[in-house]
């Protein structure tokens, strides 16, 4: 008895010095943590024309966020990412600008919009706003004139090649049917630069006139009110205007490449700073995050005054429909986060608008499995260091919609895709199968709200079906379940606003080799919390290292767990996470 009493006091002693240890360290680097609004919120995402129509016209509206603010603020969190909302003839659903200063009439009006900001406002949440200028759309005024003439003065707007110097060197498009970036106009014999459709031609940021435009138009918004910026394809937007050759089958499969972050992008990016950012509170993301590690910190290392967080897209890309490896993707995650460890700031997200459904492409949307699954992957994103994105829809658990044939789709990168994966010759029933479980418009299907006819998204016909799945999964019906998704998600986020751990936290993985578990913990002060996820169909388990006293459950997506010894078992898609002694 003596022995163990001895071991015992050993051990409490050993516990002690090891915490204070810990604690001098952490003290020491917690005085550099920098605070701010933007790292301790919970972005959800919305998708406008999906959210909840109010007129009856099949599109959602922004009286339809109006209308469902309680429901935003209900989630507990405290940040809203709103895609594009301006004037646009819909090619590309509102990443096609017409006018930047004005509403999408199926959206409705600038009232509205400003009842709805001041609407979020009283409820303590942020607005981040889309802004799209790596292009516009053709039928922008700016390009209507720039088209008009040669000498017109806005035809150094856009990037145009007169035709008698030839053909421009090939410029891969993401959504041309042929992969063609340049676009012949007869109207001035020239061909015009679009990344993006053949109706969102590039904008020329190396013309002046046209960064002081796109600073006005923020500034615009900021006098709003707006909280934050969200820059869409923003690391496409500087080019080398000589358009050098670029190999061409090299450029299609790795155009991140030769179109991020060039020429004078960064420099674009600190005029925009000190412009826009340094003069209004607001928090900047730009879509991607360059081409590496270095890329990344130069847009978000606080002395470059550039951005506030890095978007990267290493760990969404991750899933395909063959499955993925647990292994990469700790992986993938794990260097994102120590490459961030000391300096800068990462955004957290596993599915957006141009993604598929979450719980379909990461883990498993069968009858049995999509609930807890569903569970365990919003614990993982909101349990990571960074800022975590919730996409509408994900805090239910909805799942890919999963057209079958060509003729469902309304994305033009998937009706582009398919015209020419067809004039290349593809195996056209591969394409299919990808399409099916990739395609954006998985992610797009209405916000399901309850068991009425279309989910209640819309008394019309809505413009996109709303999966047929409503009558189980739906706000509704799960506010009711306190087992359901959103009521483990709600948890979840409080979970994540009450403990700073989990926010500003160091990360440490355990056991990189677990292909079937990812546990890490999240270390600040003498806060410790382990967090372990189960990402497999199967049971499994996971050793904890001796040093780790349980102190209690803090969240837990199955009524109970089981130990033996040292390990936790676990029951498939079985997430917990821990406070630790
Ligand atoms: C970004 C947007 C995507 C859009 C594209 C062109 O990738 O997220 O939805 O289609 O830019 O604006």
């Known amino acids: 008895m003596d022995t163990m009493k001895n071991l015992y006091f050993t051990l409490i002693m050993l516990l002690i010095i090891g915490c204070n240890e810990t604690k001098t360290e952490i003290m020491a680097e917690d005085t550099s943590i920098n605070k701010k609004w933007w790292k301790e919120a919970i972005v959800y995402q919305i998708y406008p024309r999906s959210f909840k129509d109010t007129d009856g016209d099949g599109v959602g509206d922004l009286k339809g966020i109006v209308e469902k603010l309680d429901y935003i603020k209900s989630l507990g969190v405290n940040a809203v990412w709103l895609n594009p909302i301006y004037s646009s003839p819909n090619d590309d659903n509102g990443y096609d600008v017409s006018d930047y200063r004005n509403i999408m009439t199926d959206f409705g009006t600038m009232e509205d919009f400003d009842l709805m ?162 003069k209004y509170d607001v928090m900047s993301v730009a879509e991607g995050a360059g081409r590496n590690f270095e890329d990344a910190h130069n847009l978000v290392d606080e002395d470059r005054k550039e951005l506030n967080m890095a978007y990267a897209f290493d760990g969404v890309d991750i899933a395909k429909p063959e499955g993925y490896s647990l292994k990469h993707f700790k992986d993938v995650f794990s260097k994102w986060d120590s490459a961030f460890a000391k300096k800068g700031w990462l955004s957290i997200f596993l599915s957006n608008h141009d993604q598929a459904r979450l719980v379909s492409r990461f883990a498993n949307d069968s009858n049995e499995f999509r609930a807890t699954s569903a569970k365990m992957l919003n614990t993982f994103i909101l349990s990571m260091r960074g800022t975590p994105y919730c996409y509408y829809g994900d805090e239910l658990g909805m799942t890919n919609i999963g057209f079958e044939t060509i003729e469902e789709y309304q994305d033009i990168a998937a009706i582009n895709g398919y015209k020419k994966a067809l004039k290349e010759g593809e195996d056209m029933t591969v394409f299919m199968k990808n399409l099916k479980f990739s395609s954006r418009d998985n992610g797009r299907t209405p ?89 497999s169909d199967k049971e499994a388990s996971l050793e904890i290292p001796a040093t780790f006293l349980i102190k209690n459950v803090a969240i837990n997506n199955y009524p109970n767990y089981n130990t033996k010894d040292q390990t936790v078992l676990l029951q498939p898609y079985q997430s917990i996470i821990f406070s630790l002694k």
């Open 447 to 535: 916000m399901q709200w309850d068991t009425t006819e279309n989910a209640n998204f819309t008394i019309g016909k809505p413009w996109l079906p709303v999966n047929e799945n409503y009558k189980e999964i739906n706000v509704e019906a799960e506010e009711q379940n306190p087992d359901s998704v959103l009521s483990y998600f709600k948890k979840m986020v409080n979970l994540r606003k009450e403990n700073p751990v989990l926010i500003y936290g160091d990360y440490t993985l355990i056991e990189p080799e677990n292909e079937q578990v990812y546990a890490y913990t999240r270390i600040l002060d003498n806060q410790k919390m382990l967090v372990i996820l189960n990402f």
């Open 117 to 278: 900001l001041k609407g979020m406002h009283e409820r303590g949440i942020k607005l981040i706003m889309d802004v799209v200028v790596n292009h516009s759309s053709d039928e922008h005024e700016w390009f209507k004139q720039s088209r008009s003439s040669r000498e017109n003065p806005y035809r150094d707007y856009y990037h145009w090649w007169p035709a008698e110097k030839g053909k421009p060197n090939y410029r891969y498009s993401l959504f041309d049917e042929n992969g063609d970036a340049w676009k012949y106009d007869a109207q001035t014999d020239a061909y015009y630069l679009h990344y993006f459709s053949q109706k969102q031609p590039d904008l020329n940021w190396e013309n002046p006139k046209v960064r002081q435009e796109v600073y006005d138009i923020m500034k615009f918004w900021a006098e709003k009110g707006v909280d934050g910026f969200r820059l869409d394809a923003f690391q496409f937007a500087a080019k080398d205007t000589t358009f050098p050759a670029f190999p061409k089958e090299d450029l299609q499969k790795n155009f991140i490449k030769y179109y991020a972050m060039q020429g004078n992008l960064h420099g674009y990016l600190k005029e925009m700073n000190e412009e826009v950012f340094s």
